[in-house]
């Protein structure tokens, strides 16, 4: 194979991953439905977090960046369409543009054109949101999303994609942030120092310090110590080693994913972290093939007309196709797409592989490409609970009236009330 071959089968779709078709679409709904619930989110609560009257206002942030970097350069460092207003209407208006084209997104159609909507109106947020922004699960879905711009089929109503099947260089990309979630993870726990996991005392004390534990949470919390003892164990054993398994064969890969599944779901069921175990978990999805569903005789509607043009299409052979009497222009738009998706998804590579061994230290690598797409929030460097919580300590706020008899102001989804049970509201984020 040529350097000419090899560039087509690793970025060109036409060349792309046939087999991964029913992961791409449900990973794509999922994604829909995990977009959905961040804008959800924010509508009800983003004119008090950023508004003009709100806890830290984004004109006052955007003023500060203009002041700082100027007019041109501050749309770089801080990618916002606040830019073009800042006020509560604005706000509102993004969240719902994001929340309608999510919805669209989950339905399957126009999937390229609503993941760039959702994408831009999300960055939107996490770029003017200051502090409220800095959660891993932010940066988690603006890479999944950046990533999937490439990942996902044309067309308006695309169905499986049968035509374009994903290129291998994006289904990796989306892969290897699988495995850095995790594999970064464990490091840093490692890295950090933290005498908790040395002595695998970590999860002693973890249901009821995490946030917003749920009350499945207390029951882990009341479980004997050496069950904490092996759940800590059992976390760096897979976060460390286990992970590895994703460069492995096929019959390797799917017992992976069993495991990494069934590891999943009692952390989504004990604590609330939003919407990021949900997207760690449909990540792993793009692990398994089509082969894999293909047992469980799952059916995927298409429209007709989608069927009979897109057999029609497979039945041609590919590289004819390539070499017809294409017009010029058109000769032009793919060979301008395919080098700027192989120069993104290259950038994002040595970014997110530079960031992965700068926790080990500083090795001497070029900075710059690293530095230059920070903004975007997607290239990340990952690292979930490097050090445990010792204690939470809650802050209860009252008011009185009369100056003499106080009462404590209810927070909706803060385990506050001593005999109410938390609740799950992931991947709800209050």
């Known amino acids: 194979m040529d350097w000419k071959h090899a560039f087509r089968w690793l970025f060109d779709s036409q060349h792309g991953a046939s087999d991964r078709l029913i992961p791409r679409w449900l990973f794509l709904r999922a994604l829909g439905l995990i ?18 009257d709100g806890i830290l206002p984004a004109n006052a942030y955007l003023e500060a960046v203009t002041r700082a970097f100027g007019h041109v350069s501050r749309l770089w460092y801080a990618p916002s369409l606040f830019w073009i207003s800042s006020n509560s209407p604005m706000m509102l208006a993004v969240c719902w543009i994001g929340i309608i084209s999510s919805v669209v997104l989950i339905f399957n159609f126009w999937p390229r054109g609503t993941l760039v909507v959702c994408f831009l109106c999300f960055l939107t947020f996490v770029s003017a949101a200051q502090d409220f922004s800095s959660y891993q699960s932010d940066g988690m879905l603006l890479e999944a999303g950046f990533i999937s711009l490439f990942f996902a089929p044309p067309g308006f109503r695309p169905g499986l994609g049968q035509t374009h099947p994903p290129s291998r260089a994006s289904l990796f990309l989306l892969i290897w942030e699988w495995f850095r979630i995790y594999f970064e993870s464990g490091v840093v726990k490692i890295v950090s120092g933290d005498p908790q996991w040395r002595h695998l005392t970590a999860m002693d004390e973890y249901y009821q310090n995490g946030p917003l534990p749920t009350w499945i949470g207390w029951y882990a919390q009341h479980l004997p110590h050496r069950f904490h003892v092996a759940t800590a164990f059992a976390t760096l054993s897979m976060e460390l080693g286990l992970v590895w ?5 096929r019959p390797w890969r799917i017992s992976l994913f069993f495991v990494v599944t069934a590891w ?22 793009l692990i398994l093939d089509d082969r894999f569903f293909s047992t469980f005789r799952l059916r995927f509607a298409v429209p007709p007309q989608a069927c009979h043009s897109e057999l029609v299409a497979a039945a041609q052979p590919r590289e004819p196709v390539e070499q017809s009497a294409v017009d010029a222009p058109k000769r032009l738009y793919r060979r301008t797409k395919l080098i700027a998706s192989t120069l993104l998804l290259t950038w994002i590579f040595y970014a997110t592989t530079a960031e992965l061994i700068w926790i080990f230290g500083r090795v001497p690598l070029p900075t710059s490409p690293v530095l230059a797409l920070e903004p975007f929030r997607i290239a990340n460097q990952y690292g979930l609970f490097a050090v445990m919580t010792r204690g939470r300590y809650e802050i209860e706020f009252q008011g009185s009236d009369d100056g003499q008899n106080w009462m404590a102001y209810r927070f909706r989804y803060k385990p506050q009330v001593l005999n109410q049970p938390p609740g799950i509201y992931a991947p709800y984020q209050p």
């Open 35 to 52: 977009y959905f619930s961040a804008f959800f989110s924010l509508i009800f609560q983003i004119s008090g977090l950023i508004g003009p």
């Open 245 to 249: 398994i994703v460069f492995l064969p």
């Open 264 to 285: 999943q779901i009692p952390v989504i069921l004990t604590a609330n972290y939003t919407f990021l175990n949900y997207l760690v978990l449909v990540l792993g999805v």
